[in-house]
């Protein structure tokens, strides 16, 4: 998720420093390069934070406006030839741009074969390039710049700058947020509110398929079609620390809210639907010894163990391949048995977990096939491992894992839709998966549109001391996960299991003052989970179901019912995860604890 902040002003502040600052404010959507660029002195770039941006930029640097940008890398890797702002052939055109140009392949080839040089693998570069095409024909920078964006598909936020008309700076969004700061006589470009607010607080949020065009006096916002578009701005009150949240209370809130595009993000131009296929670019170059692995190991860690059970569900039930899950704390301090046809995956978000790297380790040691989900681009598993899946959930800094899950059950679906198809999933089958899977987004926000409701219930039962998850299957996992999400923000005890074990130790436990969350959705074990609600029942202890839509049985059971839109019994979790999340993020402010920093935690836990 980069970092854009754009400027461009008549009060004779420098735009060196304005932008320098900016991206400071930024950097919380996480980095790992930076670049500036203004018309008076040129482009500098640095691999790193703003700081090592910083120690490179000569005295006398600045001038009246300029783009910049934080990078965390999607296309090419993170050095500074791939860092932003990019440029045309000429250095006249310059731009800084987050998102995933999809066509940006064929793109480059028409571009390339009508004389244009390239200086970077990145996507972003060929914007430029393509802008520098129509402005050959169009002569107007304005005309080109629209022109150009109606080539592309993909997501995009940009800002676009042109030394021919150095104080004018040209916006766009697709996908990817885009804030337009109202000053007197200054203008701003930004990805969110954070770097705009200590010089204004009137800001237009750009809506998907609109452009803007600023001078340090003058702002105007365009359709696509080039229809003109009138926007009152808004006043936010947000402090710095608010707007980097979007406004929410927590991280965890705004990254949970993030479900739908995280999804969207984790899927782009990777599902070939009408083939029932799945393209995995990072996996290509091991797509044949895929083919002939007989057996998958997958290791994580905490929340990232709990997505490796869930796939271990989906490739056996889909791929038909042997799968095993193993805690990576376990698996380096065994003595794990392992060959070339063993195919062990990490799964991290930050890719920097030491227990699930020295795991990846043995496993290169022992001459397994080693594998990445990660979402930390250029991390240390991203880099040690033979090839992976990136899951583009954007950086994750609230403690407790969200979207980052979401985002790994996800890739672990599309990775079982590519080594299924290897086998024996038949095309309709995949076809099947792939068109549920796009559908996701949309179902997920119907669940977001009930927070409200999860909030209440939240509430209600905070005051309890300890709290039973149950479920079976595909969501005995989930159960899992809303036991440690409730345990690490809230300090509740909470314990996850399998419905099928309850009677084997746990219902001892059970009595009025004692709740259960139980998963029950409409699938292929609903029966044997409404009877454990009923044993529950019996024994006169609280119960939260969460149920699929339409469901009544369950309702007149359980105490409490949570409602979710009806999916492919495989893909339950990516759903069944966001109400407990909520459920978790709610219950710890109810009791007024610090949700985004529980205690003795850290978000990426690099010792042993
Ligand atoms: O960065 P990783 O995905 O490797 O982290 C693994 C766990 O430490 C992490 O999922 C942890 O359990 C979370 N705090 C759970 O919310």
């Not at 301090?333 to 799964?347: D, G, M, S, W």
Request: hydrophobic residues 40%; aromatic residues 6%; glycine residues 10%.
């Amino acid at each position: 998720m980069c970092g854009i902040f754009a400027y461009t002003g008549a009060q004779g502040k420098d735009a060196g420093k304005v932008l320098l600052d900016g991206l400071l404010s930024l950097e919380y959507r996480g980095y790992d390069s930076a670049g500036i660029f203004t018309p008076e002195s040129g482009s500098i770039k640095s691999p790193g934070a703003v700081a090592e941006l910083r120690k490179k930029i000569p005295t006398g640097f600045g001038g009246k406006s300029g783009i910049a940008h934080l990078r965390w890398a999607t296309h090419g890797e993170p050095n500074e030839k791939n860092a932003h702002p990019h440029q045309d052939c000429t250095g006249e055109l310059w731009i800084v741009h987050n998102g995933i140009i999809e066509n940006f392949k064929e793109l480059k080839e028409k571009l390339a074969h009508a004389g244009h040089r390239f200086a970077s693998d990145s996507d972003t570069e060929v914007l430029a390039h393509l802008v520098e095409e129509h402005l050959k024909k169009e002569k107007n920078f304005e005309k080109a710049a629209l022109a150009a964006l109606n080539d592309l598909r993909g997501t995009y936020g940009i800002a676009l700058q042109y030394k021919g008309e150095p104080d004018k700076l040209i916006a766009a969004r697709m996908g990817s947020p885009i804030v337009i700061g109202l000053g007197d006589g200054e203008h701003f470009i930004a990805s969110d509110p954070s770097p705009i607010l200590p010089h204004t607080k009137k800001v237009v949020f750009l809506e998907d398929g609109e452009v803007a065009v600023l001078t340090p006096h003058k702002h105007s916002i365009y359709k696509l079609n080039a229809e003109k578009v009138d926007r009152t701005p808004t006043e936010i009150d947000w402090s710095p620390e608010e707007a980097q949240k979007g406004g929410y209370e927590h991280f965890m809130l705004k990254e949970i809210m993030e479900g739908p595009e995280v999804v969207e993000n984790t899927l782009r131009g990777r599902v070939i639907a009408e083939k029932g296929m799945v393209k995995l670019g990072g996996l290509e170059a091991v797509a044949k010894e895929l083919a002939s692995i007989e057996r998958v190991i997958i290791v994580g860690c905490g929340t990232a163990y709990y997505a490796g059970l869930v796939g271990e569900y989906m490739l056996e039930e889909f791929a038909g391949i042997p799968v095993e899950v193993e805690l990576a704390s376990e698996f380096r301090y065994r003595a794990p048995v392992l060959n070339q046809k063993t195919a062990l995956i990490a799964i991290s978000q930050s890719g920097e977990t030491l227990d699930t790297l020295e795991a990846i380790r043995e496993g290169k040691r022992k001459g397994a096939l080693t594998l990445g989900i990660v979402n930390a681009v250029g991390s240390t598993i991203a880099r040690e491992t033979d090839a992976g899946v990136y899951n583009h959930a954007g950086p994750e800094v609230s403690v407790a894992s969200t979207k980052a899950l979401v985002s790994q059950l996800t890739a672990l679906a599309l990775f079982t839709v590519f080594l299924g198809r290897q086998r024996a999933m038949s095309e309709e089958t995949g076809k099947e998966i792939t068109a549920e899977l796009k559908k996701l987004p949309a179902k997920l926000k119907a669940i977001l549109g009930r927070t409200a409701d999860i909030e209440v219930l939240a509430k209600k039962y905070a005051s309890s001391r300890d709290f039973l998850f149950i479920g079976r299957k595909y969501n005995y996992p989930v159960a899992l996960e809303g036991a440690i999400k409730l345990k690490e923000i809230s300090y509740v005890h909470a314990e996850g299991y399998s419905a099928g074990e309850m009677k084997h130790g746990p219902i001892a436990m059970i009595d009025e003052h004692f709740p259960t969350f139980a998963l029950a959705p409409h699938d292929s074990v609903y029966e044997k989970v409404v009877s454990n609600i009923h044993e529950l029942k019996a024994r006169k202890g609280p119960v939260v179901a969460l149920v699929t839509e339409g469901d009544t049985r369950v309702a007149e059971l359980a105490d409490d019912v949570i409602a979710v839109p009806k999916t492919l019994e495989m893909l339950s979790p990516i759903l069944n995860v966001v109400p407990l999340q909520l459920f978790a993020y709610y219950f710890a402010k109810e009791k007024g604890l610090n949700v985004d920093r529980p205690r003795n935690l850290a978000k990426s836990v690099t010792v042993e």
